[in-house]
């Protein structure tokens, strides 16, 4: 979509498959008329018409978790603001052990050369696991791509439905696609259970806090590292070359920021109470040591001292978010 496009107008009502076959268009529009050598993922992120760039796997714990994906332009995604300046990351994330590969989130269609390469570098001889956070484009745009590749994959299946809607990837043909459910095993990954997988501990749980209902957490005790699907997303870069990961607790953005960015999202949020929701957000970090936050878009918070000054700035914006007004309710009065 060019900048003389409103997105949302063009968005709204849009269908999750139209949604992803545009995501595709948009990235194939974005490739080179000749051949220049460059990969998909190296395209310029100096050009404004380049839909993705920096389709990288970023080492979070060595030999442990991995960051996978790319970033695109702020200005791209319906979910931010139109004048925040920059680039978002877009992220998926691979648990490995010596006999295991769990994708925790498998990222929007956009960033699959970057799947493909975790495919061909983290997996080898390990059994695959998938699990997702919610279901939606940016958790499971690759899961159609992952299942119908890798051998003998697992689902680890929370209870957010509707996932055969997303197992559309041309790589996969529609006869699998039909037997999914009879080819692919699934494993029950529900709010309050534990998914012992090798040497990893998943401990799946409510969100903090959330849009849609079905939306899990997920916390690995050693690593660290707590998945937190589309929140704590408000970190971006500023430019394409940035590493998409923060680990100082300084130059935060703002209380209002973050608050704004919130209820664009969670947009519940406006002109509500909550308090409980802002108990339940610090009882799990109480309860957990985090070490690292993993949301699907935006920076990855590495490090307890960052973990800690970003929950602190979380917890006063939403208590800032149901302060904002709701403008879609004053237009009508």
Known sequence: MSNSVDRRKVLAGASAAAVMALLR???AASLPAAATGRLPGALDPGSRRAFSANQTITTLVPGRLYRVGCVVRTERLSWLAEDTDGFEPLNAYVLT???HCIFVDMGMPIALPAVKAALETLVGERKVWVSYTRNEADCIGNMGYILGTCPDP???FGGAGGILEWINDPAVSMMEVRDFLGRIPIVGSKNGVRSDIGSFALNWFDAGYKQMLLTQWSF???TGCL???DAFGFRHLADAESSPVVSSARNLPSVDAVARETVARM???RESSYPEVIERVGKIFRDNDVQMIAPVHGAVIKG???????VQLVLKALKAASGIVDQERTRYV
Not at 304 to 310: G, L, Q, S, T
């Open 25 to 27: 268009e948009s990235y």
């Open 267 to 269: 947009n519940w949020m």
């Open 97 to 99: 052990d010596p006999d």
């Open 304 to 310: 307890r001292e960052a973990v800690a000054a970003h």
């Open 220 to 222: 690995e005790a050693s």
């Open 154 to 156: 697992t689902l680890l």
């Open 227 to 229: 998945f937190t699907s």
